[in-house]
């Protein structure tokens, strides 16, 4: 479905508009689109729709030479991986339409410079191939010159940051083809789903106050310091404004977090100044772990399982024989573990999160070659029934990380009677202040 005139793109998008957007229609002859290239089209719908005076954003396939849908368009790109073909495929595009007399082209595009990288190529983040390419498709001379002028612009800008050149295509509009239904307001039928990072964090340099109808967080969040935080060993969450995903792990892991490993927020997608990342960052949030200011390995998304974050994390901070241990449910040998003889004021705590689990004042002598407890702290691990080796226990793990402890027994002193029956080696004892 080739387009060839721009009457045909405003109109109907106008229609549109007018049906299903709820807002007051525009004249007809205020009514202009242009059809933008920004990687995955689910965040570029999005982000583009924020802005005041567009009408619809549409998600699309445009410029390529094979069928327009997204089958086959993943087909062809493994094709021409491959090197079994030589056609051009075509990109993911939104096609924006926007009352002139609210919002103006330059603005539309300022928009897009901030909120993708343009600098990347076939790519955008993770995503990778010519199906993601950066785009300004155009209907006339006058949207072009203003396409080049802001890319001028916003080069110098980039080039005042030390970062690349720009790739953005930017050629006329020789075909488009609406994306499935499916695709259509993705993140709006989906409010969980990935929220992109969106932008090098570089704000178009001529914008006065209020000309950028939309700015990414990134492009006001300052760089983190690098000098400022564990060169050691640090954890940076990568967040973004606007996601769930964020939000829930801050409520269920960062609002509670008492790790030995230090941890910051920030709403940047670049490093921290001074320190590296292994490839670039796709969704929020992203949690990396650095040492000596190098990535060494991340977590990408949450969805609530915290017990696989606090796996990733453990197999960083744990050593084999205490991973097996926490995760394989494996046993120390009696008499060979930590914390066998530690008796001083202190508390038991997780060695990945943090949390308490014991009290030392609970801790007594069973002569079973085990750290030995008659009571936990309260709300600090759960219990699960366990049959493995033809026996039917109750596996004691930690509420925080779920990392495997121990077995609980019905043979411990009073006053509860229990024996909380722990591997020495996933306990960190913490003495009390001044002991």
């Not at 094709?79 to 002139?100: I, Y």
């Not at 199906?131 to 890319?151: E, F, G, M, P, W």
Request: glycine residues 10%; contains cysteine; hydrophobic residues 35%.
């Amino acid at each position: 479905m080739a387009i060839s005139t721009s009457f045909l793109i405003s109109a109907g998008a106008a229609d549109k508009a007018s049906a299903n957007g709820g807002k007051s229609p525009a004249k007809a002859d205020s009514v202009d689109s242009i059809v933008l290239g920004m990687g995955c089209f689910w965040g570029a719908e999005k982000r583009m729709a924020a802005i005041p005076g567009v009408l619809d954003v549409e998600s699309g396939y445009a410029n390529g030479e094979v069928a327009g849908t997204y089958q086959s368009i993943l087909g062809h790109e493994q094709a021409l991986r491959a090197g079994k073909s030589a056609r051009r495929n075509h990109a993911e595009v939104v096609k924006v339409t926007f009352d002139t007399g609210k919002v103006d082209l330059e603005k539309i595009l300022i928009a897009f410079w901030e909120n993708h990288n343009p600098t990347q190529g076939d790519r955008q983040g993770n995503d990778v191939g010519s199906n993601y390419r950066s785009a300004i498709y155009t209907h006339d001379d006058a949207q072009r010159a203003v396409a080049l002028r802001t890319r001028d612009a916003y080069q110098g800008a980039l080039k005042a940051r030390k970062l690349g050149a720009i790739t953005t295509e930017i050629a006329p509009l020789k075909a488009y083809f609406t994306a499935e239904e499916y695709h259509q307001d993705y993140l709006v039928k989906n409010p969980n789903g990935y929220c992109g990072l969106g932008g090098t964090g570089v704000k178009y340099p001529t914008a006065q106050a209020g000309a950028s109808t939309i700015q990414p967080a990134t492009a006001q969040a300052p760089r983190l310091d690098g000098k400022a935080l564990n060169a050691e060993r640090q954890l940076v969450v990568f967040e973004a404004e606007d996601c769930a995903f964020c939000r829930q792990f801050k409520a269920e892991v960062l609002d509670h977090w008492k790790s030995p490993v230090a941890i910051v927020r920030t709403l940047n997608p670049e490093p921290p100044t001074g320190w590296t990342l292994e490839k670039a960052l796709f969704a929020t949030p992203t949690i990396v772990l650095f040492e000596k200011g190098k990535e060494v390995s991340r977590y990408t998304g949450y969805n609530g399982e915290k017990a696989r974050f606090w796996q990733w994390l453990g197999y960083r901070l744990l050593t084999p024989a205490q991973q097996k241990i926490a995760f394989e449910q494996g046993t120390e040998r009696p008499f060979t573990g930590s914390n066998l003889d530690e008796k001083r004021p202190g508390t038991f705590v997780d060695p990945i999160s943090g949390a308490p689990l014991f009290r030392s004042d609970s801790k007594f002598e069973s002569g079973t070659g085990w750290p030995s407890f008659f009571n936990p702290l309260p709300g600090s691990i759960t219990l699960h029934e366990d049959v493995s080796l033809g026996m039917k226990r109750v596996e004691v793990r930690s509420a925080s990380s779920g990392i495997h402890l121990g077995h609980v027994f019905n043979d411990g002193p009073p006053p509860t009677g229990k024996r909380y029956c722990i591997n020495g080696n996933v306990l960190k004892f913490v003495p009390d202040a001044g002991k």
